[in-house]
């Protein structure tokens, strides 16, 4: 049972954010990367994870903190683009849903440049498998809670006899 419940607790969601976040600023080509969720019955929306290179030279995580591009996510059900324009500190911002069985929704975003829809489809396909990865992770996590119920349970009681 032990080997079981340790097997099955191994995925680390958080780990497996900042991987995810790292993986799309890798294929974006930018430093910035991140996963925001989104709760579209209040209209409000939060960064839960955010990947920038050090010093954040290009001033995402103060844009981030403004609320409109936040607000903007909570309003729209597909990807968002937002164009670079360095004369008004827009760092240029790419986000699709991670597909997820859950009432809040979570974006993946990149940060840094101009994208275009060869961006879209690969950050849409990375966001595919993130979801479907953290959805595993979050089943895993569960099956191992409900194994520590019984483990639990069945301590102290007698071996069956044959």
């Known amino acids: 049972m032990h080997e079981l419940i340790r097997s099955f607790s191994c995925p680390d969601a ?3 954010a900042d991987l995810l976040a790292r993986a799309a600023a890798d294929v974006s080509g930018t430093g910035y990367a991140g996963l925001v969720r989104v709760d579209p019955l209040r209209e409000a929306a939060r960064v839960v994870h955010l990947h920038a290179p050090p010093g954040d030279p290009l001033g995402v995580r103060p844009w981030l903190a403004e609320p ?4 903007l996510l909570t309003l729209s059900a597909g990807q968002v683009r937002l164009p670079r324009d360095a ?11 991670v597909p997820l069985a859950a009432r809040e929704q979570l974006h993946l975003w990149v940060a840094g440049r101009d994208f275009g829809d060869h961006d879209e489809h690969l950050l ?24 520590r119920g019984v483990h639990a349970f069945g301590e102290g009681r007698p071996a069956p006899t044959r």
Do not use: N
């Open 14 to 16: 958080a780990a497996l």
């Open 68 to 71: 409109g591009v936040l607000k």
């Open 87 to 97: 004369t008004v500190g827009e760092p240029g911002f790419l986000a699709t849903p």
């Open 124 to 147: 849409s396909r990375l966001a595919t498998a993130g979801g479907r990865a953290l959805e595993a992770a979050s089943g895993l996590e569960a099956a191992a809670r409900l194994l």
